[in-house]
């Protein structure tokens, strides 16, 4: 029996308020929300709806017929999945949905016509999983429901469609890019180890490889690297003096730019998916045939492609010569993009991918997220749920009352209880451009980027093999609402067993930088004969502790209803014979022979 057609409310003007509202609801969309039936979805069976997208009548229409209440589990490997950049909310057009009139994002649109492309050549309905049509977005339960099954959506699907072009956008740098997968392919011999290939030692996101099918092609992958690199770069070298090349190589960095490389959600989707595709206008090319040249040109694009004196100097090419002129209007191309940053995130998601195995950790996917935009703060924590354990309970909620500073609260608390651990402070002592006063010290603000010019340069994350020179003890953590009057905004305190081990001294050695010229990222001071190594906040008079549960020494700074966490903190002595760590080591000895008492302490 056909669904009856039932009347759906405009948003209320709290669902207008709530971040995030444009990028999932429009006002011009009314008429199709009062005329398209949503049919309640049970998200026990996690039920879905697909769109099953018909072919081009010529019309220039995307035209689309809904599939109500799908379950996940009778469709798996029968749809495909769609994975675009919205873009900007307000730029919208107009597909046909069962008929009916719809506004969607124009990069919707878009993505939908390059699917459809995609498809032309195949038989059979076209089923196709789309988030802006497929979820109601004026259910904000709904949208809530099916965000905390994201993961199986993608992972289930055939194949994920990922479009990285905007309407308007020329195909030359795509055209490119497939040239050189074409002419620089992979060739058995790559993958036969040989001594020396120091190039193959790529550092894989993940130390454990994964399981199954994968698991080859992530090591044929790591061996492959060096050799590919190397005859890309000879390709490139062969064909620079070519005019029509190098316009195909300058718009290829349209490509890098496109949005899509750092938007939130998709993250998850691409990890997620079984398999992938680019779409790039009427063009496409599979994810594993792109990877081997998307990892040489990380390599090659970040230093001897994009530096002139090194590009001269390792080629020997004449200065102002026809090889040079090439390479400079490349280099003018380049000045006007943050390739490099781009680039970082290409490598770590092709990375984290191959060597995927269902899980990952959750403070380095929100370490991630720092560096992923979204318009709804949320979603830099809820867009990457699925790909770590559900274990940790952190439950996806878009209602109005829960705002990103109890996001951010919540997610740090949970972390800390369900880890029985403090390691997480680490994240929440890194300096970033713009932090949020509305947080305890304690609660990791992963909205904000990092000063640093380098990804978790700090002590504490991608050094905690380094330093974790603690003995494990558990947290034994426990939170409670408090009143600060001078900052009343510090609503929770985190509270913790420590001992107190010594005051910063007066000066302070010198600063870290992140790179020469750059921004300090730590100090280093002097105790004693021990070089405490700290975070660039830290001062005089703060002091160094020991906090049960945490592998590193933490920097604190007394306030009146507590402490406030301003830094992790390394020690080191400086007498090549003298006891490494003996200050914490002393206390903790002190400690045991109970001529030191551990303390309850609430950090602010």
Same mark, same amino acid.
């Given at each position: ?52 997208? +018909? ?14 209440? &799908?379950? +996940? ?15 900007? #909310? ?56 099916q965000v905390g099954f994201m993961r199986d959506i993608y992972h289930y699907s055939q194949q994920t469609l990922i479009c ?15 040239? +050189? ?76 730019? /496109? ?26 090319? /599979? ?6 040249i998307l990892q040489s040109v990380y390599h090659l694009f970040r230093h001897p492609f994009t530096n002139r004196d090194e ?34 995130? &290409? ?87 713009? #932090?949020?006063?509305? +947080? #305890? ?57 420590? &001992? ?15 790179? #020469? ?49 301003i830094s992790c903190a390394s020690l080191s002595s400086d007498s090549r014979h003298s006891r490494r760590w003996s200050t ?21």
């Amino acid at each position: 029996m056909a669904p009856s057609k039932t009347e759906v409310s405009p948003p209320s003007q709290a669902e207008k308020d709530l971040p995030g509202h444009d990028i999932f609801l429009t006002p011009e969309n009314r008429h199709f929300h009062s005329k398209i039936s949503y049919r309640r979805l049970d998200a026990s069976k996690q039920e879905i709806r697909l769109i099953k997208v +018909l072919p081009d009548n010529g019309s220039g229409i995307i035209r689309c017929e809904m599939l109500h209440n &799908i379950q +996940l589990a009778d469709v798996k490997g029968q749809y495909f999945s769609l994975s675009y950049c919205a873009g900007d #909310p307000h730029n919208t057009d107009t597909i046909l949905v069962d008929g009916i009139r719809c506004n969607v994002f124009a990069n919707l649109r878009h993505a939908l016509e390059a699917a459809r492309h995609f498809w032309e050549s195949r038989d059979g309905d076209f089923l196709l999983w789309a988030d802006q049509v497929c979820i109601n977005q004026y259910n904000l339960s709904e949208r809530s429901q099916q965000v905390g099954f994201m993961r199986d959506i993608y992972h289930y699907s055939q194949q994920t469609l990922i479009c990285l072009s905007a309407p308007e956008a020329e195909t030359t740098g795509m055209e490119w890019l497939l040239e +050189l997968c074409k002419n620089v392919q992979p060739r058995e011999d790559d993958f036969a180890p040989r001594p020396g290939d120091w190039f193959m030692q790529v550092d894989m996101h993940n130390g454990d490889e994964s399981d199954g099918e994968n698991e080859e092609y992530s090591r044929n992958i790591k061996n492959l690297r060096r050799r590919h690199w190397y005859r890309l770069q000879e390709y490139i070298l062969d064909n620079v003096v070519h005019e029509g090349f190098v316009n195909g190589w300058i718009a290829f960095y349209d490509i890098l730019e /496109s949005p899509w490389w750092s938007r939130a959600w998709v993250f998850q989707e691409f990890i997620a998916a079984s398999d992938a595709s680019f779409l790039y206008g009427k063009y496409s090319i /599979s994810w594993k045939d792109v990877l081997p040249i998307l990892q040489s040109v990380y390599h090659l694009f970040r230093h001897p492609f994009t530096n002139r004196d090194e590009f001269l100097k390792v080629t020997r090419y004449e200065n102002h010569g026809p090889q040079d002129q090439s390479l400079c209007r490349v280099i003018d191309r380049v000045e006007h993009t943050n390739h490099r940053v781009t680039l970082e995130t &290409i490598r770590f998601m092709n990375n984290t991918k191959l060597s995927w195995d269902g899980y990952m950790n959750i403070k380095q996917l929100l370490a991630h997220s720092r560096y992923c935009s979204a318009s709804d703060d949320r979603d830099r924590i809820f867009a990457f749920l699925g790909l770590a354990t559900p274990d940790y309970g952190i439950i996806p909620n878009y209602s109005p009352a829960n705002g990103i500073s109890s996001v951010l609260i919540e997610t740090t608390k949970k972390i800390i209880l369900f880890e029985d651990s403090l390691d997480v402070l680490s994240h929440a002592v890194i300096p970033t451009s713009s #932090p949020r006063r509305s +947080l #305890p010290s304690w609660v990791v603000d992963w909205t904000c980027k990092e000063t640093s010019r380098t990804r978790n340069n700090h002590f504490g994350v991608d050094r905690e093999g380094t330093y974790n020179f603690l003995k494990n003890e558990i947290a034994a953590a426990t939170f409670r609402s408090i009143t600060v009057p001078e900052e009343p905004y510090r609503a929770v305190a985190l509270e913790v067993w420590g &001992i107190f081990v010594d005051m910063l001294p007066v000066c302070f050695s010198f600063d870290f930088l992140d790179s #020469p010229g750059g921004k300090p990222y730590g100090r280093s001071f002097q105790i004693e004969g021990e070089v405490v190594s700290t975070g660039c906040q830290a001062q005089v008079y703060d002091q160094v502790w020991i906090v049960f549960g945490a592998s590193m020494p933490l920097i604190l700074r007394p306030a009146s209803s507590g402490y406030i966490l301003i830094s992790c903190a390394s020690l080191s002595s400086d007498s090549r014979h003298s006891r490494r760590w003996s200050t914490t080591a002393m206390a903790m000895e002190l400690l045991e022979k109970g001529e030191l008492k551990r303390q309850r302490i609430s950090i602010i």
